[in-house]
């Protein structure tokens, strides 16, 4: 069985089972048809026709990350690459390698590794400046 909705020149809507197409337009030609509405006979079927239970959910709604969500994402993404490009991986050497920095005991530079919450409390606590990954502010490294 195949459902059309059907449309009356007065525009009612209404759903209509025929066996198929052929059904359909067979009814249509012996005056078969008529709106229950208004008993229009120049009924006309629309273009979606569905086949048994209705459809599931339209497509076209999958989740898409929003626009905002989306510029968010290239925005961290460009600053994790930019502190990739531009600080000095010292691994676990970390938190030995920021103070022998902000000591003055080793050049100079911008550093990023691994340490842990405790290590990082003890920088914080010496005053050295340190940010949890992945958003380090540039301008608060020694
Ligand atoms: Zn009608």
Redo the contacts with the bound molecule.
Sequence with gaps: MIVFELI???R?RFEGWFASSDDFESQKSRGLLS?P??S?SSIEKLLTAKIGKPEAEPAGEKAQPAPAQAALARNLNELIDYVLLNTENVGEDFPAEARRIHHKEAAQRNIRGLATGEETRELLEEGIAVMPWPVPRRKDWH
């Design positions: 009356c020149p007065d009612h709106c509405i208004c229009g």
